[in-house]
């Protein structure tokens, strides 16, 4: 007698236990409530705000969810990240600034998982902090090993966006940061334009506006040109001559292949000033180019020393 009954309390329980796995695994619409954490990238200001008021949100959820939310004696907050184009300031407050709900259902929906599906953000109005901090802007250094195929180079900087930072910190830190260096970048053998994300370095015991920037090594092939350039005088009184020897002066340089048909020699001048060259004891002094292509590269001049003789004029 006593087996039955066992047998019968077992099916019972089992199927109370089918039931609720059942039942919480349907989807229900409830209602939450979420701290709240958001990230933004205002100018001059902390990044985080915790808003005192809770996100009141309704939506779809499956039971196990529900429970367990309910249960919890601590909820995990939401956070998301705002641009600052949607973080409006109250008018008349410092550091006070406020969440239109309309703005960022998107950016909630994310921010809860996939676990539960937003219906409807019931919180208005999400005010915001965000106090004012000490920042400098410094320029950003790129670091790299960079190698190129035979006949192939650089021509310009390597471009960087964005090429500074702000850097958030205490004041005696932010005395001794002069600029932000990017982690390693390391290219071989290049024979075309190369772009990526490096990631920054980020200094002990501070903040950065950027974690990242963007690089471009511009590449190009080059060939190896040289021109006789004569060099001229400047600044030489009246009744006075200074002869330059020797007066041409062979310039070799490198070019982009595709600029090479329009350099010639008329592109370039060399320049004695008399003021200058007495000033030199040996006689001797090096020429200054003072106009030559803006993507010529390598530059060397044979030979660099000119003489120079001073004669009256009769």
Known sequence: MKRPRLVLIL???????????YTLS????????????VETNLEGRTNVSRPENTLFVRGTARGFYIIRNTWRKKIPPVRFFADRKLVHEIPGSEDEF?????????LVNDALGTNL????????TIRLTYPREHYRKVPVRFVSDV???PQYMSFEPVRLTPDSVLVYAQEPYLEIIEEVKTRKITQGNLSQTVEGIARLEIPENTRLSHTQVEYRIPVRRYVELSFEVPVTTRNVPYRRELF?????VTIQFRCPFQDAAGISPDDF???????DFIKKESGKIIPVLEASPGTISHMIM?????????QNRY
Do not use: H, K, M
């Open 302 to 310: 044979s030979p660099q020393f000119v003489d120079g003789i001073i």
């Open 26 to 37: 349907n989807e229900y619409t409830a209602y939450f409530r979420f701290p709240l954490e």
């Open 98 to 106: 406020y969440l239109l709900s309309d703005n960022i259902d998107n």
């Open 269 to 275: 001048l060399l320049v004695v000033d008399y003021n």
């Open 147 to 149: 190698s190129y195929r």
């Open 117 to 124: 599906e937003l219906e409807t953000i019931l919180s208005d």
């Open 11 to 21: 099916c019972i329980l089992t199927a109370f236990f089918l039931w609720v796995v």
């Open 244 to 248: 330059i020897l020797p007066d041409l």
